[in-house]
């Protein structure tokens, strides 16, 4: 198998755990909290797209989804324009609001046919090609690409967990 399909499985396979995360979600779930400084489902899915949109809009050198395809206006949300969701604090959790999960999945699906798009053009020589000397050792964009993957699935787990939590507490 060729290593940007495998990287292509990867994400599609992320894509498959949204979706079943949000798939017939109660629409106050997206927003309930199990204690106040707990993250939302709405939130870790917000969050795990943006750094997919951010990471894979700065190795492909393009613009990322949220802006491009006015996913910013449409969310409305008072944060920072180029907010991913590092370091947001409970309060700023709390500012990631949808009204239905038919947001979150439109961003995630557009996000993830940019992300699919870039694979394509990718060849596995081109994953050796370093993104970020900002670390010892510099990262490459394969390894980018798998910290990506790394992140977006323990997020979209605890997503799916969270979910878990708050149906069965009804």
Same mark, same amino acid.
């Given at each position: 198998?060729? !290593?940007? =399909?495998? #990287?292509?499985?990867?994400? @599609? &396979? %992320?894509?498959?755990?949204?979706? *079943?995360?949000?798939? /017939?979600?109660?629409?106050?779930?997206?927003?309930?909290?199990?204690?106040?400084?707990?993250? !939302?489902? =709405?939130? #870790?899915?917000?969050?795990? @797209? &943006? %750094?997919?949109?951010?990471?894979? *809009?700065?190795?492909? /050198?393009?613009?990322?989804?949220?802006?491009?395809?006015?996913?910013?206006?449409?969310?409305?949300?008072?944060?920072?324009?180029?907010?991913?969701?590092?370091?947001?604090?409970?309060?700023?959790? *709390?500012?990631?609001?949808?009204?239905?999960?038919?947001?979150?999945?439109?961003?995630?699906?557009?996000?993830?046919?940019?992300?699919?798009?870039?694979?394509?053009?990718?060849?596995?020589?081109?994953?050796?090609?370093?993104?970020?000397?900002?670390?010892?050792?510099?990262?490459?964009?394969?390894?980018?690409?798998?910290?990506?993957?790394?992140?977006?699935?323990?997020?979209?787990?605890?997503?799916?967990?969270?979910?878990?939590?708050?149906?069965?507490?009804?």
């Amino acid at each position: 198998m060729d !290593t940007t =399909a495998l #990287l292509d499985d990867a994400f @599609t &396979r %992320v894509n498959g755990e949204v979706h *079943a995360a949000l798939d /017939g979600i109660r629409n106050t779930y997206l927003t309930e909290r199990i204690d106040p400084g707990a993250n !939302t489902v =709405a939130w #870790l899915v917000w969050h795990l @797209t &943006r %750094v997919q949109d951010d990471h894979v *809009a700065d190795a492909a /050198g393009s613009e990322q989804v949220w802006h491009a395809q006015g996913f910013e206006e449409r969310f409305g949300l008072p944060l920072d324009a180029d907010d991913t969701g590092f370091g947001h604090s409970p309060e700023d959790v *709390a500012a990631v609001r949808v009204d239905s999960p038919e947001p979150l999945i439109a961003y995630h699906d557009a996000v993830h046919q940019r992300t699919r798009e870039y694979l394509g053009t990718l060849s596995s020589q081109s994953l050796g090609r370093i993104v970020d000397d900002a670390w010892d050792p510099p990262v490459s964009l394969g390894v980018r690409l798998v910290s990506v993957i790394g992140d977006t699935m323990q997020h979209v787990g605890q997503a799916a967990f969270l979910r878990g939590v708050l149906e069965r507490r009804g």
